[in-house]
């Protein structure tokens, strides 16, 4: 009877961590569902780039999506920007993308000091990743 109640206390014991754990991996994959989502709204997302530009000042000359490559898991889409502003606003806009809720990840990045004002060029090509709604289950 006592070995019992103590088989009961360790699985009670037993639940609530595994109820615990359950909804920390939930939490994780909402996180990761907010970062890699299966479907882009690229308007939103052309729109934010945009707004974090200006911000930092930055002098967007070449907006280029790219075909997509679709992977096992993964779509990604390449866009390649080419933009100018001094080392520092490339800098902090390297910084902003960096803290945005999507995972945004720069694949080629080729930073050109020019002569005038201390501006440099930069050609960069961000791949924007979304899931593969046939194996995610959605």
Do not use: H, W
Request: proline share 4%; charged share 30%; with cysteine.
């Amino acid at each position: 009877r006592i070995e019992e109640q103590k088989d009961m206390e360790k699985a009670d014991a037993n639940l609530a961590a595994l109820r615990q754990a359950s909804s920390q991996v939930r939490q994780e994959m909402a996180g990761l569902n907010k970062r890699i989502p299966q479907n882009t709204d690229m308007g939103a997302l052309i729109q934010e780039l945009n707004i974090q530009m200006r911000e930092r000042k930055l002098a967007l000359t070449t907006f280029q999506p790219q075909p997509d490559v679709k992977e096992d898991l993964f779509k990604r889409t390449p866009i390649r920007l080419l933009f100018q502003g001094t080392f520092l606003q490339i800098y902090q806009f390297f910084y902003d993308l960096e803290r945005m809720d999507r995972l945004l990840a720069p694949e080629k990045i080729t930073i050109t000091g020019l002569e005038a004002d201390q501006v440099c060029q930069v050609d960069l090509t961000l791949q924007i990743i979304e899931r593969n709604t046939a194996l995610s289950g959605g």
